[in-house]
Structures are given as C-alpha cells and as structure tokens.
C-alpha cells in the first residue's frame, strides 16, 4: 500500500479535532560548498567514516569472522507510551478523505534519534544478559555497526560457540540475524538458507559476483578473504560538480588508496583556485587530464587486499608509521609489524590519511610538522580505540630533520604555531619514539604527492613499507639528522626580550600596560628581584614579596615618572639656589631616595614624615590615575573630597582637588549608581503645533486613572474601574473626555467613535504605546500591557485607517515626547480627585463631573492675560468650539452687521469672534520661547556603550547596551536611538540614555 505521509508532529500534543490547526514542519538537507574548507568538502561524513573504519579495522583481526544483519532491528524495539506522541503522522488517500492519525508504537527511521535508541537498547541487552553470554556481550558492544555485527576468533570452536552466544542473546532480545556470511564455511552450519546472504543483494559490479558481497560499503569475497574496491564512473560533462561527484564516489574509508584520492583532491583545488562555477565546462588541457585520471579508475576494482592480519596474538608487534609534506599536501600511514615463525616480520598496512595544504603559502618544515601532528594523532586512534587490547610499541619515522629537531626539542622554546602543535605530538607520541628516514624510504611520499590509479597495483613501498621494514629493528638502516639546516630550526624560536635596559628606557609604555596600581609594583618587583638576582647570584631572594621589595619598586616607579616631568625641578633643586616658581611655591627638596617631596609648613608638627612631606606627582599621568583608582578602590568608593584627603597623606598632586574629581568621574561603578542621561535641546515644534486648521483635526490620545465607580446608590454596590480618555487638539489645545468602562481594546474604539461622532474625524492621531507603564503599580502595569500590545494597537490603526486616519506612536518610554497630553491628564487629574475625593459616583455622575471638568480645561486661557481691563477678554480654546468660552454667558450675535453701525462694546465682540487672527498673533508667539533642556549634551554616535535607564529598577540593575543606530530630526539633534543588548535591540529616547565615561 502506498502510504503517503504528509507530516509529522514534532509537538507531544493531543489531536483528535480533524479542524485543529497543525504546524508543518520540513526537515530538508542540502550541501553547499560555501563557507567550508576545502579538506571539510572532501570528507563525505568524516565521523561516519571514522566508525566504520574503527569497526572494519577490528574485523582484520580475527581468523576466522562472520557477519550478519539484525532483521528489522528498529521495528523489534518499542517507544515508551508517553513519548509515542512524538511519532504521530497524518495521512489520507485523497483531498476527499477525512485525515486520519496514527502513531508509531516503534523506532522509526528517520527520526533523528532513532539510531541512538537502536543501538542503546542493544547496549542494554547486553548489561542484562551479557553476564550469561559474555563472548556475545562484547560483540553488541564493540563490533556492530547499527544493524551490521562483524566479528569473529582466532579458531572454529571459539567461533562456533561465539555464534551461538550472539544468536541467543539478540533472540533474549526478541531479534533475529539474516544474511550470514563467512570466510568459513563450517561456521553456516545450521544457518537455513534463506537466513543467508543471497546473491542477488550484491553489487554487480563487483568481482566474483556470485561469492562477494559488501562489508559496510567495502567489497569482502570470503572465499578468498580478501577486500577489494568498486569505482562507479561519471559519464557527464566534465565541470567541478561532476568532478566532485566522482571523487566522492571513490569510498575509502581506511585510507588505502590515499595517494589516488590525494591526486584527486589536488585537481578540485586547482579548480577551485581558477574560480569556476559549479556547472562550467572546463577547457580542453585540464578535462583531458581529469579524463586520462578517470579512465584508469576501474583497474581500482582488480586491487585485493587481504583482510586478515597474521600473528596478531603475538606481543612483539609495532605500529610503524610515517609522515611526508610537499607543497601540494602532508599525509600518514601506519603499517602493523608482527613476526613471524621464520624470524622476520610480516607488515600490514593498517590505515593512512591526507590533507591538502592551505591556500595562504606555508615553509616546508611546517608542512613537515603537521604530517607529523597528522601521524601522532592517527597512531593514537589505532592505538586506543582500534587495537586497544593490544600492547604495542611506536616508531613514527619523519623524513624532515627541521621537524624532528622542534619534536624532541622543549616546546615553550617555539613560537605558537610550532609550540601547539609539538605539545599536542609529545602528548600522543614519546619524544623518543621519533627517527629520521630519508625519502626514498619514506612511503608516505608517495600520499603526499599522489599516483595515478594505475601506479598504486604494484608499488610495494606503499602496501608493505621499505624493504628493511619485515628486518630485524637491528638491522634496519640508521639515517642521520642533518645538521645544516640548524637555522630553520631557529627561526622558529621565540625572541630572547631584554628585561632590564629595554624596561627602563620604556618604561612609560611599561606603565600604560597596567590598569591596577597593585598589579604594577608586584610587576616591578619582581623584575627588580630578577635583577638583583641575576647581579649577587649567592644571595638570591625568592618566595613571596616583601614589603620592603613593594616600597622599594614604588620608589623605582615615582622616580622615574617624577624625572621626566619634572626634569627643570630637579635641575633648579640640584642647585645652590633656586628661583624657580613651584621649587619656591611648595618649598621642593629632594629626599633619601632622590624624590621630590613638597616642604610646606607642616615640619614642626607630630605628623609622620610622608605625610608632612608628600611626594610631588604631575596632574596628567598614568600612575597618577593609578594611584586615585587605588585609593578610590581601597575607601569602597568614596567621594572626591575623602579620596583626595587619602592621597594627601603621601601624594601631592597638582591641581589635585580638579584631578580627583575627573578621574572619579571615569568610575563605571560610581557611574551606575548614579548615571547621568543625555539632554538634548527642546526640540523644533511640529507643523501640526504652528498651522491654522479646525479643532481636532490632529489629535493626542491618552489614558488617566483608574477611577472607582459603583452601578447605583446603594450600600454595599460593588464598586468597577473605570478610565477617563483624554482626547487634546494639537493646535487649539482643546480638551475632550471620554469615559471608558473597561480596560479592553473595543472599549477604547467605542470611545473613540464616541470622539469621532462629536469633534469629527481627526487626520492624525498621537498616542502612547504603553511601555511607560510596565513595571510600575499593578494597574498601571495592566495599562501598560494593553497599550503596548501589537494587537491593541493593530486594532486602532485599523479602526483609524477606515475613515482616513493615520494613528502614529511615539517612540518607547519617552512619555515628554507627548507632553501634551500629558500636560492634559494632569489637569484633568487635578480637578477630579479635588472634587471627587474618596467617593464612589455612579457611571452618570462620574460621567456629568468629567463633562463639567471638559468645560472648565476648554475655558482655560491659551497666554496669559494682560492686567489692563481695556484689554480684550483672553482667548482660550472654548473659542474655537462655540466662538466663547464654555463658562462665559452667550452673546448676541453681531457677526453680520456693519463694523459702522457696531457700538464701542458690540465692536470689541466682533475682534473676540475673530479668535483665528487673535490665535495668529497673540497666541502663536508664545511658543517660540525654550524654557528648559537648553544645552545640548555631548553628541551620541553608534557604538557608544550607554546605561538604559529603568525608572522601575535599581540603578545597578540597569542594562548596559551598545548604540547600534541613531535617528537626528530636522534640527540635525539626535532625540532617539536603537540599542543593542543581550537580549535583542530596542528603541529608546537619549534622555534615558546614560553614556559609559571613557577609561
């Protein structure tokens, strides 16, 4: 049945409703060459192929092996119930069916946890019974790959009987093994047939098809025992994707064929060096020699090489390996040494492996010594992981003297990337353990440089190592170091720095180094011991610092400091007589240790004699900062006055007061306690503040309260919140209130449309965004949460947006950004809870009471009156609504008749209904004046790192963030900013930005 699976759930949810919304979830791969190295790009799976090499190169060791496949290994093993719902799919046969879901009780493949719960409870199989079948206990655990056990023993009756334990083991478990296959047929003795392997599961284009068969991706015949390669070739159009497809077709996965596939890898780097698109032909002289390389791929598949390794339980065997580097690369390869009955040693090669070199160009004795990293760290995997049981001795052979000379040497004595990497060697490899081999001997050469796949069939060096290798260690061939090339080897070498001469004619920058006053005297104490050392060898002073030696490297310090910026005083002091200003001013002299100290006035007192006499220190240096950091750190971060007071018992700083106070100001810590913002300039009014247009038409929309009302006059009602909306007209700053039962988003609209049913449809609509009230008191918090919300605000711009309105924000937590109706709700707020106090109104009472307090704001005067009582009566925004104010008594109208025919007082009511020309030029200048945030702060760029002040937090909880991006207005002055922070970017105002000082 063809089963189609459209999904499956990632969630451990219950989906039982055919209408309930599910999450489609893709899990694709892809490979790209992009972003990766070249070695990276060759690699198919490099820790897949690490795993099965592990495995195969264990099934070498045994005489006598077989193998075989658990049948439906993940269908046999269950999911526990309460993770089954992590495996639910959705199915059907066609659009018309109804969906219909399922659960899969077992391991699924494709699940990325699948092999793991596969191969875990074969692990737990055998912790329970391997006690009972131990040979079979070692076998789940160390020779099976997934569903595939490669295994075996040194004779048939071990075996047979290992056979028999695995078998009855896995069936404890409830599996059973199929496609048995070995290199001995005794051994299938009661297999039926059917559980065998069957001919027609291999790989045509194998040799001998009708008895081989593969051993995780590796050609076995068991009749003949002996692995061999299958190559598939490519028929496309030669371009890199071809070329690369090809190469990864060639499945090695212990390096046997290295100097074939190293030929390859250096052809796909050329072709990457030329920066060809993937699909690109390539020109005629390079596709006839990948073309000359490719046809001789298929006589890969006439290579045998035997699988099992003789005398392997014999104790006097070696690894044997070795390294070589050319331009192009550097490889390894390691070959197992075991003797034999008639005295020799029969060598196996074991594995080997290659890397190209990198683009950027490399000396050759560096190449040299990652063919040896690469060679240490080859040897130790076979070693510990491979053929961990076995006791084997390391001789690693490097035909590089340079290389060896860095190997035995100590690393500390080279630079950092000869130092790391002959650490990491002497950790895997004894230094010992290394020899010199001349070239010709050295059959990684031939890794390094690569062969074409006809020239690897017979060439012994590489499958069987140097003829001297199956030889007696006696009687192998010494090879010498050779001596001349002692300057390469010291080119590595770190620079032997002069400490004394150099540190004293640097000392400056010597100083600038530190940032601690502490850290610098240890520092020049210990230099100092050195020296003194280095000078009375039989006396040399050790342990821990004293502090004599403290006091001493102190001295030594301001010494220095004090000779090259006060060398004139120290030329007048050294004189008979002195008329030099600050030697006469301080009374200067010079003390014991060649200091200046200043004289003053205080000789004849019982004070100690440093703090009569401090040591004279200039007001612009780096130990001077030091010194005011160290004794601002040691009062816990007192003031200016206590500091400088600190220092003054032992330091004269001049201008001293003016000193401390700056560098204090340099105090991260100090500073968050208590940050300083940014003040900007009151910015340029907008144009909807300054042009003529009828009341309303641009809004400011703001909340106030919440205020308790109750349903009736009753005792005991049951008292509800309720808000007052506070609608203010930019530029008549004519106030409307709307009362709003429920904090919710349709009450708001309902208010809205209320204000829209009265004044008109507005242009342009102001507001908050809310997050002026998170964390503040509960119910502002609950305010703060609507405001803020993407969906509250997605609802007003679609309500505004129907009938032409444009609803805009300000930007987050700057509530002076609407300081209009902020000013509105304040005024509202004062009324309100004057008149209303702690009583509960009713919805229409509190309603009436808003109503009046609307009129009251609306008859409020724009400017200030003149005291002059000819004058005219103070425009005020009632004006613009009914042309008076709200609590003036009506006029009659005289908008019609003559200005000739109007009497004096009637003349003075026609100048008052002209309130638009009045507005002009009585009200309009008085905006024009800045009565605070007159002087601009310094100018914030990206990348300053800023304090976000939290008005709802402890200034040391503050976040610290990083400008990303600022937004200057038309006036060229920056008011908002983006800040980055470790937990995203947001958007602030600068006057809640407080700026790092600069160390």
Request: charged share 20%.
């Given at each position: 049945m063809n089963l189609i699976i459209f999904l499956i759930i990632l969630f451990t949810v219950q989906i039982d409703d055919p209408a309930t919304k599910i999450r489609v979830v893709f899990n694709a791969s892809c490979a790209s060459a992009n972003g990766k190295s070249l070695n990276d790009l060759l690699l198919t799976g490099p820790k897949l192929q690490a795993d099965i090499s592990t495995l195969l190169l264990r099934f070498r060791l045994h005489q006598f092996v077989f193998t075989a496949d658990i049948r439906q290994m993940y269908r046999h093993i269950l999911i526990r119930p309460e993770q089954r719902d992590y495996q639910r799919i959705v199915w059907r046969f066609s659009k018309r069916e109804p969906l219909q879901y399922y659960r899969l009780n077992t391991v699924t493949y494709g699940v990325s946890s699948a092999p793991y719960l596969a191969l875990r409870t074969l692990h737990q199989l055998a912790s329970d019974d391997g006690l009972r079948f131990p040979m079979a206990g070692q076998v789940l655990l160390?020779?099976?790959?997934?569903?595939?056990?490669?295994?075996?023993?040194?004779?048939?009756s071990e075996a047979l009987e290992l056979r028999k334990q695995v078998q009855d083991l896995l069936m404890a478990g409830g599996f059973e093994l199929r496609k048995?296959?070995?290199?001995?047929?005794?051994?299938?003795?009661?297999?039926?047939?059917?559980?065998?392997?069957?001919?027609?599961?291999?790989?045509p284009l194998l040799l001998d098809r009708e008895a081989s068969l593969k051993v995780l991706g590796l050609g076995w015949n068991p009749a003949s025992d002996h692995f061999f390669h299958s190559v598939r070739l490519n028929s496309a159009t030669v371009t890199k994707r071809n070329v690369l497809s090809q190469m990864a077709r060639i499945f090695d996965p212990l390096g046997w064929l290295t100097p074939v596939t190293f030929y390859a890898k250096i052809f796909f780097r050329?072709?990457?060096?030329?920066?060809?698109?993937?699909?690109?032909?390539?020109?005629?002289?390079?596709?006839?020699?990948?073309?000359?390389?490719?046809?001789?791929?298929?006589?890969?598949?006439?290579?045998?090489?035997?699988?099992?390794?003789?005398?392997?339980?014999?104790?006097?065997?070696?690894?044997?390996?070795?390294?070589?580097?050319?331009?192009?690369?550097?490889?390894?390869?390691?070959y197992l040494s075991t003797p034999t009955s008639s005295g020799r040693f029969h060598v196996s090669l074991l594995a080997a492996k290659s890397k190209i070199s990198p683009c950027k160009a490399m000396s050759l004795p560096r190449l040299e010594l990652c063919g040896a990293h690469l060679l240490a760290k080859l040897m130790h995997h076979l070693s510990t992981r491979v053929l961990q049981n076995l006791s084997a001795d390391y001789i690693a052979f490097c035909d590089s003297s340079v290389a060896l000379s860095w190997i035995r040497g100590e690393s500390h004595r080279w630079k950092t990337f000869v130092c790391n990497r002959v650490a990491e060697i002497q950790d895997l490899i004894p230094s010992n353990c290394w020899r010199h081999v001349i070239s010709e001997d050295n059959p990684a050469d031939c890794a390094s440089r690569g062969l074409m796949p006809s020239d690897i069939h017979h060439h012994p060096l590489w499958w069987r190592g140097p003829p001297w290798l199956s030889l007696d260690p006696s009687s192998?061939?010494?090879?010498?170091?050779?001596?001349?090339?002692?300057?390469?080897?010291?080119?590595?070498?770190k620079p032997i720095s002069s400490l004394m001469l150099a540190a004293i004619s640097n000392e400056p920058t010597f100083i600038e180094r530190f940032s601690s006053y502490l850290r610098l005297k240890r520092v020049t104490a210990f230099c100092r011991r050195f020296m003194v050392n280095a000078r009375r060898p039989s006396f040399?002073?050790?342990?821990?610092l004293s502090s004599i030696e403290l006091q001493e490297a102190e001295i030594c310090l301001i010494r220095l400091v004090q000779s090259l910026h006060f060398a004139e005083e120290l030329a007048e002091l050294k004189k008979p007589s002195s008329r030099h200003r600050l030697v006469m001013k301080l009374h200067l002299f010079l003390d014991n240790h060649e200091l200046i100290r200043d004289g003053g006035r205080l000789s004849a007192s019982l004070l100690p004699y440093k703090h009569k006499h401090p040591v004279l220190l200039p007001k612009n240096h780096h130990l001077t900062h030091l010194i005011i950091d160290d004794a601002h750190y040691r009062l816990l971060h007192a003031g200016a006055l206590a500091t400088?007071?600190?220092?003054?018992?032992?330091?004269?700083?001049?201008?001293?007061r003016n000193v401390v106070r700056n560098r204090l100001r340099k105090c991260n810590r100090c500073f968050s306690c208590k940050p300083r913002p940014l003040i900007q300039p009151m910015g340029n009014l907008p144009p909807e503040r300054l042009s003529s247009a009828m009341a309303f038409l641009t809004t400011g929309v703001d909340y106030a309260g919440p205020f308790y009302v109750t349903s009736a006059r009753l005792r005991g009602a049951v008292s509800t919140k309720a808000y007052l909306v506070v609608f203010i007209c930019f530029t008549t700053k004519a106030v409307h209130l709307e009362l709003a039962s429920e904090l919710s988003t349709s009450a708001f609209i309902a208010a809205y449309r209320r204000f829209v049913a009265r004044r008109g449809h507005p242009?342009?609509?102001?507001?908050?965004?809310?997050?002026?009230?998170?964390?503040?008191?509960?119910?502002?918090?609950?305010?703060?949460?609507?405001?803020?919300?993407?969906?509250?605000?997605?609802?007003?711009?679609?309500?505004?947006?129907?009938?032409?309105?444009?609803w805009r924000f300000i930007p987050p937590s700057s509530p002076h950004f609407g300081g209009l109706w902020e000013a509105a709700v304040k005024s509202a707020k004062h009324h309100l809870t004057r008149v209303i106090g702690e009583q509960k109104l009713t919805y229409e009472e509190f309603l009436t009471v808003c109503t009046q307090v609307e009129a009251i704001l609306n008859s409020r005067p724009l400017y200030l009156p003149s005291s002059d009582p000819s004058d005219f009566e103070a425009l005020t925004p009632g004006h613009f609504l009914v042309f008076r104010s709200l609590t003036a008594p009506p006029d009659n109208d005289v908008s019609s008749v003559s200005v000739n025919r109007l009497s004096r007082w009637q003349l003075v009511q026609r100048f008052q209904?002209?309130?638009?020309?009045?507005?002009?030029?009585?009200?309009?200048?008085?905006?024009?004046?800045?009565?605070?945030?007159?002087?601009?702060?310094?100018?914030?760029?990206?990348?300053?790192?800023?304090?976000?002040?939290?008005?709802n937090l402890p200034p040391l909880k503050w976040s610290i963030g990083r400008i990303s991006s600022v937004f200057p207005g038309t006036d060229s002055t920056t008011r908002v900013a983006d800040v980055a922070t470790a937990s995203g970017t947001i958007r602030r105002p600068v006057v809640k930005l407080c700026p790092l000082p600069t160390q």
């Open positions: 160390n020779e099976i790959y997934v569903d595939d056990i490669l295994t075996g023993c040194s004779s048939e048995w296959a070995t290199n001995h047929l005794p051994l299938l003795d009661g297999i039926p047939s059917d559980h065998r392997r069957e001919s027609s599961s291999i790989d050329q072709l990457c060096l030329l920066h060809l698109e993937w699909d690109q032909p390539l020109s005629n002289e390079i596709q006839n020699r990948w073309l000359q390389f490719q046809s001789q791929l298929p006589t890969l598949t006439e290579l045998h090489i035997p699988r099992f390794i003789p005398a392997i339980s014999s104790s006097a065997h070696r690894f044997i390996g070795f390294c070589d580097a050319s331009e192009s690369g550097y490889a390894a390869v390691v192998w061939p010494l090879s010498s170091v050779d001596s001349s090339q002692t300057e390469q080897v010291d080119d590595e070498a040399p002073r050790s342990g821990f400088h007071s600190f220092i003054r018992r032992r330091f004269w700083i001049l201008d001293g242009s342009v609509i102001f507001s908050d965004n809310g997050t002026n009230f998170v964390g503040a008191h509960n119910y502002l918090r609950d305010l703060g949460r609507l405001l803020a919300a993407p969906q509250h605000q997605q609802s007003l711009c679609d309500a505004a947006s129907s009938s032409g309105t444009d209904q002209d309130f638009w020309k009045r507005w002009r030029t009585e009200y309009l200048h008085t905006l024009q004046q800045r009565h605070k945030w007159l002087h601009p702060s310094t100018s914030i760029l990206p990348g300053t790192v800023v304090v976000i002040r939290d008005d």
